[in-house]
């Protein structure tokens, strides 16, 4: 026994993929330059700038487009054997279209960093989609919401393979549908949703307020928002004002079950208690967490945002993003593989969910929903039946009824389109980083119409160790990672499955003591060791997200999940090592 264990040790540390990974908007900046195309990212944060803390905008970022030497160097220093990044679609075709190009600096740009991350014995993993559509798709048709998309995404894919494929290994074609679809056609928390607001920085800056957690309140006095506390009047006013605005909210808190109702039933003046009084907060308990999907109540109140429909369209952006997925696989699948010998996948972003109450049944059945909506919706098309779990149609069809809605929101696929969907993916690409509790909960009927969360029947709490240091959904859970390995193993067929980002952030940081990163790392890390030892979960490579600090999305450059830390004053962008990195 122990010399396999040994002869395991020893084959599989050599074969295993050590990776880190960025995105091209998150990262490389030159938003503009050498005829490069608007993206749904460029659009979005130079429209509502303010959307972001500070006005910041990914037109810089890292400036790895004019730095990419730097991230090199980095990823040399890390001993790294695996790099992943994305392909910026408009900076290789402007409008989104074959006919726009391609630009040769586009071209000229990815072939560098290809070349030179092979030449440095590194194995480049290539994000076809990382969210950064380009903006004249969206323009034209709405983008995924309309099923034009998948002719341009596939001729997109099949450029990439032609040109770029001889050296690629490893595809992806989308990252972390989920959070594309829910966020950015869903509460609009992420691009393209809200097109046509324009909302001020006042504006924002009361909304903001409300996205803080109670305790966090504190912690931020000293930091660099030194006008978020202290003024609690402006505090009361703010929050008075959303008081009459809260309806549809989405929300995440509490370890306590008869509050946690209570937020739904009454979610205006429950909020207003806890963040109003400092002597309540405490009687609360400094447990008590608030998270709120801050857009979702910017657009509600600002409502002029003409693509915000969140009980359809996320799941017509889904059902694109699938089909897309699948005619691109088949290309590479019929033309490529023979010759370029890749392989080619989807990365999905999953969170572990575990009922409240283990011995509560409908809670077991509310955590296993939820399973269902975020990760099978995905998953279950790709590497399951060829179609959408059944309890999500169940569900989506009962709560139309409910609301008297005849048309399908959850669309439907063909026999034929099963078959194109199922297995299409060489590996199960896995993006996961933390894990919460779930409890039945049917808030949908104190609505005005359905919403994909209130679909699934369900709320979530947060679990696990918090800090208040770190974004408001991340919670470190590090089992959670293990249960959620042994569950796609067991639900999908024992797929390969590559980690393809795994990490934490840091608020406001610019410490390179980055302890709490180190922990994650030490804990995470293990779980998944023990996913292969002893549940024998087929794991194959590790990617940390990120090889550097970047434009964290609507959070700017406040939340850093780098193991390297990046001055963004800095017109150099240095990069600079922290703990976390040397001990990754
Ligand atoms: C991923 N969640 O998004 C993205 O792929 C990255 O671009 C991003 O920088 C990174 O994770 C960190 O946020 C996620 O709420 C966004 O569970 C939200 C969640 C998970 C992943």
């Given at each position: 026994h122990e010399s396999s264990k040994r002869n395991f040790r020893i084959t599989n540390c050599f074969k295993f993929a050590w990776g880190s990974a960025t995105s091209?908007?998150?990262?490389?900046?030159?938003?503009?330059?050498?005829?490069?195309?608007?993206?749904?990212?460029?659009?979005?944060?130079?429209?509502?700038?303010?959307?972001?803390?500070?006005?910041?905008?990914?037109d810089v970022a890292c400036d790895s487009y004019h730095n990419f030497d730097d991230d090199l160097a980095i990823i040399k220093e890390l001993g790294l054997t695996h790099y992943r990044f994305s392909l910026s679609w408009s900076r290789l075709f402007p409008d989104g279209k074959l006919t726009s190009g391609p630009l040769p600096d586009g071209v000229r740009y990815y072939n560098d960093v290809i070349?030179?991350?092979?030449?440095?014995?590194?194995?480049?993993?290539?994000?076809?989609?990382?969210?950064?559509?380009?903006?004249?798709?969206?323009?034209?048709?709405?983008?995924?919401?309309?099923?034009?998309?998948?002719?341009?995404?596939?001729?997109?894919?099949?450029?990439?393979?032609?040109?770029?494929?001889?050296?690629?290994?490893?595809?992806?074609?989308?990252?972390?549908?989920?959070?594309?679809?829910?966020?950015?056609?869903?509460?609009?928390?992420?691009?393209?949703v809200s097109n046509g607001t324009r909302v001020t920085l006042q504006d924002m800056d009361s909304i903001t307020w409300i996205s803080m957690t109670t305790h966090r309140l504190d912690k931020r006095k000293d930091q660099q928002n030194g006008w978020l506390v202290g003024e609690k009047t402006q505090l009361e006013?703010?929050?008075?004002?959303?008081?009459?605005?809260?309806?549809?909210?989405?929300?995440?808190?509490?370890?306590?079950?008869?509050?946690?109702?209570?937020?739904?039933?009454?979610?205006?003046?429950?909020?207003?208690?806890?963040?109003?009084?400092?002597?309540?907060?405490?009687?609360?308990?400094?447990?008590?967490?608030?998270?709120?999907?801050?857009?979702?109540?910017?657009?509600?109140?600002?409502?002029?945002?003409?693509?915000?429909?969140?009980?359809?369209?996320?799941?017509?952006?889904?059902?694109?993003?699938?089909?897309?997925?699948?005619?691109?696989?088949?290309?590479?699948?019929?033309?490529?593989?023979?010759?370029?010998?890749?392989?080619?996948?989807?990365?999905?972003?999953s969170n572990w969910a575990d009922p409240m109450t283990r011995t509560d049944l409908e809670h077991v059945e509310a955590s296993q929903r939820n399973l269902a909506f975020a990760t099978g919706w995905f998953a279950d098309p790709i590497f399951g039946t060829g179609d959408y779990p059944d309890i999500m149609r169940y569900n989506v069809q009962n709560i139309s009824e409910f609301f008297n809605i005849t048309h399908d929101r959850l669309p439907k696929f063909t026999e034929a389109e099963k078959l194109l969907n199922k297995g299409t993916s060489d590996f199960f690409g896995l993006n996961h980083y933390t894990s919460h509790l779930v409890v039945p909960c049917s808030y949908y009927q104190n609505l005005d119409g359905p919403t994909y969360d209130s679909d699934q029947v369900w709320l979530i709490s947060l679990m696990g160790i918090s800090n208040n240091l770190t974004s408001t959904w991340l919670y470190q859970v590090p089992w959670g990672i293990r249960k959620l390995l042994i569950w796609i193993k067991r639900t999908y067929g024992d797929p390969v499955i590559y980690i393809t980002e795994n990490g934490i952030s840091e608020h406001f940081s610019d410490g390179l003591d980055d302890d709490i990163r180190v922990n994650y790392y030490k804990n995470y890390i293990n779980e998944v060791l023990k996913a292969i030892k002893e549940d024998d979960v087929n794991v194959k490579g590790y990617t940390a997200w990120s090889l550097m600090d970047n434009f964290e999305w609507a959070e700017g450059y406040s939340e850093r999940f780098g193991l390297h830390w990046v001055n963004f004053t800095d017109p150099e962008r240095t990069r600079i090592p922290k703990k976390s990195a040397s001990y990754y």
């Amino acid at each position: 026994h122990e010399s396999s264990k040994r002869n395991f040790r020893i084959t599989n540390c050599f074969k295993f993929a050590w990776g880190s990974a960025t995105s091209a908007y998150q990262t490389e900046g030159a938003w503009n330059v050498h005829g490069k195309g608007e993206s749904i990212w460029d659009n979005y944060s130079h429209r509502a700038p303010c959307w972001y803390m500070r006005n910041q905008t990914g037109d810089v970022a890292c400036d790895s487009y004019h730095n990419f030497d730097d991230d090199l160097a980095i990823i040399k220093e890390l001993g790294l054997t695996h790099y992943r990044f994305s392909l910026s679609w408009s900076r290789l075709f402007p409008d989104g279209k074959l006919t726009s190009g391609p630009l040769p600096d586009g071209v000229r740009y990815y072939n560098d960093v290809i070349n030179k991350l092979i030449a440095a014995n590194v194995e480049p993993m290539v994000t076809l989609f990382h969210w950064d559509l380009p903006q004249a798709l969206q323009d034209e048709f709405g983008g995924f919401n309309s099923s034009k998309i998948i002719l341009y995404y596939v001729d997109y894919a099949d450029f990439c393979f032609s040109t770029f494929g001889d050296r690629i290994k490893y595809w992806i074609t989308f990252n972390a549908p989920y959070e594309y679809c829910t966020q950015g056609h869903g509460s609009g928390t992420l691009a393209p949703v809200s097109n046509g607001t324009r909302v001020t920085l006042q504006d924002m800056d009361s909304i903001t307020w409300i996205s803080m957690t109670t305790h966090r309140l504190d912690k931020r006095k000293d930091q660099q928002n030194g006008w978020l506390v202290g003024e609690k009047t402006q505090l009361e006013y703010h929050l008075y004002t959303l008081f009459l605005c809260l309806q549809n909210i989405t929300c995440a808190l509490l370890n306590c079950l008869d509050l946690l109702q209570c937020f739904v039933l009454n979610a205006p003046l429950f909020m207003f208690i806890p963040l109003s009084s400092e002597k309540k907060q405490k009687q609360l308990g400094r447990d008590l967490m608030i998270q709120v999907h801050v857009t979702m109540i910017a657009t509600n109140i600002y409502g002029t945002c003409c693509h915000y429909s969140p009980g359809e369209g996320v799941y017509y952006a889904a059902h694109s993003i699938i089909k897309s997925h699948a005619q691109a696989y088949h290309i590479y699948n019929n033309t490529y593989r023979e010759s370029q010998k890749g392989q080619i996948g989807i990365t999905l972003n999953s969170n572990w969910a575990d009922p409240m109450t283990r011995t509560d049944l409908e809670h077991v059945e509310a955590s296993q929903r939820n399973l269902a909506f975020a990760t099978g919706w995905f998953a279950d098309p790709i590497f399951g039946t060829g179609d959408y779990p059944d309890i999500m149609r169940y569900n989506v069809q009962n709560i139309s009824e409910f609301f008297n809605i005849t048309h399908d929101r959850l669309p439907k696929f063909t026999e034929a389109e099963k078959l194109l969907n199922k297995g299409t993916s060489d590996f199960f690409g896995l993006n996961h980083y933390t894990s919460h509790l779930v409890v039945p909960c049917s808030y949908y009927q104190n609505l005005d119409g359905p919403t994909y969360d209130s679909d699934q029947v369900w709320l979530i709490s947060l679990m696990g160790i918090s800090n208040n240091l770190t974004s408001t959904w991340l919670y470190q859970v590090p089992w959670g990672i293990r249960k959620l390995l042994i569950w796609i193993k067991r639900t999908y067929g024992d797929p390969v499955i590559y980690i393809t980002e795994n990490g934490i952030s840091e608020h406001f940081s610019d410490g390179l003591d980055d302890d709490i990163r180190v922990n994650y790392y030490k804990n995470y890390i293990n779980e998944v060791l023990k996913a292969i030892k002893e549940d024998d979960v087929n794991v194959k490579g590790y990617t940390a997200w990120s090889l550097m600090d970047n434009f964290e999305w609507a959070e700017g450059y406040s939340e850093r999940f780098g193991l390297h830390w990046v001055n963004f004053t800095d017109p150099e962008r240095t990069r600079i090592p922290k703990k976390s990195a040397s001990y990754y």
